[in-house]
């Protein structure tokens, strides 16, 4: 079946990069995704890559994905206090992505 | 838009109570999500809906929990009747199918806790 992990904890200093990874297991997934959750809020979407994709960029944001090992990565530069959150993997595997299924989620901490 | 919308954001209520939440999806959004959230066990998806029906309840824990999404601007989710372990953050969320990668949008949720 499919399942996700995450390390559920990763602290790190502001001005520094965090990179938080994640595994699955369902190698015909067709888009994997990484969200956000704020306190108190609900998810939100951060970016996502095409499963035929390596790399995506978004400004801060780089996502890495090597798909022979089934490895997803979140790497933030210069991690802000406001960087403060869990954040989750998701990965889809049914053409019109409606079934999502999410890892645990990481509990990013930003220390000053 | 306002996004998706979740009442009531907090329910107290006591073990054997019904419980009802409910959730506005954004409109146009043709998919709809409950999950459920709890330290213990993460973020947990319940049941999902596209056009207004049930595609997969798989998630549903037991028969006290019951899905309903009358038409395409509302659903709810009740526990009848509650049991403190029910006590969890239930999320609402929903997209646009139309292919390729498909944002889903969270609702802000429902805390609720079973006394």
């Known amino acids: 079946g499919e399942d996700v992990e995450q390390s559920l904890f990763l602290s790190v200093r502001e001005g520094d990069s965090s990179v938080i990874n994640c595994t699955y297991t369902?190698?015909?997934?067709?888009?994997l995704y990484w969200y956000k959750q704020e306190p108190g809020a609900g998810l939100q979407l951060l970016t996502y890559i095409f499963s035929n994709m390596d790399m995506k960029q978004d400004q801060r944001l780089t996502v890495l994905l090597n798909k022979k090992d089934k490895h997803l990565s979140l790497r933030i530069a210069d991690t802000q206090t406001g960087d403060s959150a869990i954040y989750f993997c998701a990965e889809s595997v049914e053409i019109y992505g409606q079934n999502f299924v999410f890892g645990p989620g990481t509990r990013l901490s930003v220390l000053p | 838009d306002a996004g998706v919308i979740q009442s009531p954001r907090h329910e107290v209520t006591e073990m054997g109570q019904e419980v009802t939440l409910r959730c506005k999806p954004i409109s146009g959004h043709n998919s709809l999500f409950w999950y459920r959230q709890t330290m213990m066990r993460g973020l947990e998806l319940l049941i999902y809906?596209?056009?207004?029906?049930?595609?997969?309840d798989s998630g549903m824990p037991e028969d006290r929990f019951s899905a309903k999404m009358p038409n395409a601007s509302f659903s709810t989710l009740k526990i009848q009747p509650s049991e403190p372990r029910d006590s969890a953050v239930y999320f609402c969320?929903?997209?646009?199918?139309?292919?390729?990668?498909?944002?889903?949008?969270f609702g802000p949720g429902t805390r609720l806790t079973v006394l």
């Open positions: 809906f596209n056009n207004n029906v049930p595609i997969d």
């Open positions: 969320a929903s997209s646009e199918q139309r292919g390729g990668a498909n944002e889903q949008f």
């Open positions: 369902d190698s015909s997934s067709t888009y």
